[in-house]
């Protein structure tokens, strides 16, 4: 039987203290909804228990996406489509990306958000694996203040979490450690997307010398909850790749787990496939191919390493527009892995002079534009860092009329108190978010403002070395 609408009640606060306010005011009373993509289905089905519902959707508080030196934040109001096009999410973590692409349809994918996937505590849901191997954090919200716990200890069984009645979750914490890691993930349903899945895996490792390292397994549908094989890691970690210990870990598979029989699939057919997809991965992880992250890195550092130091220094330039900063990266080769070729630019970048960090500044468009506000002649490096640009722009050009009004006089403003263009790194920003942004720093003596700048060059030229690896 079809719900009733006449039989419910919904409000939409305009600030997250009003939200957790009155989830404290009526404890179980208030359901939370954001994009809606669950609760829909058991409205529709006559099932939603709560008729109280109170709207997170857009809340300013939980819809950004924070880049900081050693995390990313994600906002518990963040898309799927968010997560899949946000630039930092698709270098550092793919797994997650791959996850965000797989869950539903395009439509679901708009509106159907992270904090969502985690609330609804659905052993199939396609993110969460992703979220167990990157050790994942939660900061749950309340009237009583912040709350942090590892997301593995959040599900306590079948659609049961550890959220209190008069907790929201605001966002998610992932560590920005697991970039020069191999990941893999696979997705078994009667389709790719747009169906629950049978069976999905996200696996990571390291592969040196033969010898599997820190490897991390979850799997979705084979438990009450999303499960991380512990025993299955530990039966794999730091042992020689052969036959036997596939055999071994296909047996850790099958024992560990605790599939069951449903509309989708039998505990049987599980048991099988999951056994198969962390098998697949061992293959994957020795031949350098499958799902998520590559070779890729090691053949671009290969090939750079090797090039004259003219072409080398051209060639990473648009990373950061320093000509300086190149040319001393140029001279740390070879470097071996991503790891070690940011720890190097970030040693580089704060021991060069004002004058090399204002020619990388001079490199970038002003915000809103399209091309560098003091353009150097004849670089063939340039194409890339307005290519670059533009990507982590993207959502400064969706912005409204006013908005971008706002941002133009603001620049204006900025160049003409500090005599240099605004740097900010954008990716993930909305148009607003660089405005508050903008505003604050106009605050600044000229010295914190140049130190801030600075910084905000640093991450940039993070964000762009890990799309630079990525070919």
Known sequence: MRSNPADYEMIAPVTLGEVVSLLASEPDQWLPIAGGTDVMVQYAAGKLSR??????????????????????????????????????????????????????GIANQNRGTIGGNIANASPAADTLPALLVYDAELILVSVR??????????????????????????????????????????????????????????ALAQWNDNIIKDVRIALGSVAPVPLRLKQTEQAIAGKVMSPELLASAR??????????????????????????????????????????????????????????????AIAILSCCGSKAWAQAMVARRPLENGTALVAAAQEIWWNLTRSDWNEAF????????????????????????????AQEQRKVSDADAAV??????????????????????????????????????????????LLEAAEQQRLITEVRLRKWLQG
């Open 51 to 104: 008729h109280k519902l109170v709207s997170i959707w857009k809340l300013p508080e939980l819809s950004t996406i924070e880049v900081e030196e050693g995390k990313i934040r994600i906002g518990a109001g963040c898309t799927y489509a968010e997560l899949s096009q946000h630039e930092l999410i698709a270098s550092e973590f793919p797994l997650l990306r791959s996850a965000a692409r797989w869950t539903g």
């Open 362 to 389: 001079k490199s970038h468009p002003r915000i809103g534009g399209t091309r560098p506000a003091h353009p150097p002649s004849n670089q063939s490096w340039q194409g890339q860092s307005v290519e670059w640009s």
């Open 145 to 202: 203040g912040d709350r942090r716990m590892p997301y593995a200890d959040f599900h306590t069984g079948y659609k049961t979490t550890l959220l209190a009645p008069d907790e929201l979750i605001q966002s998610v914490c992932l560590p920005r450690r697991f970039s020069t890691h191999f990941s893999h993930a696979r997705k078994v349903g009667a389709r790719n997307t747009q169906a629950i899945s049978k069976v999905c895996i996200a």
């Open 251 to 312: 047996s850790a598979v099958i024992a560990e787990i605790k599939p069951i029989d449903d509309i989708r699939s039998t505990a049987r057919y599980r048991s099988a496939v999951a056994a198969n997809l962390v098998v697949e991965f061992l293959h994957c992880l020795r031949t350098g191919s499958g799902e998520g992250k590559r070779d890729t890195e090691q053949d671009v550092l290969q090939k750079w390493n090797v090039l004259s130091p003219g072409e080398a």
């Open 404 to 449: 971008k009004l706002a941002l133009a006089n603001a620049n204006r403003e900025y160049e003409k108190r500090f005599q240099r263009i605004f740097i900010v790194c954008a990716t993930g920003k909305s148009a607003f978010e660089i405005l508050e942004i903008l505003q604050r720093r106009l605050a600044n003596d000229h010295e914190t403002e």
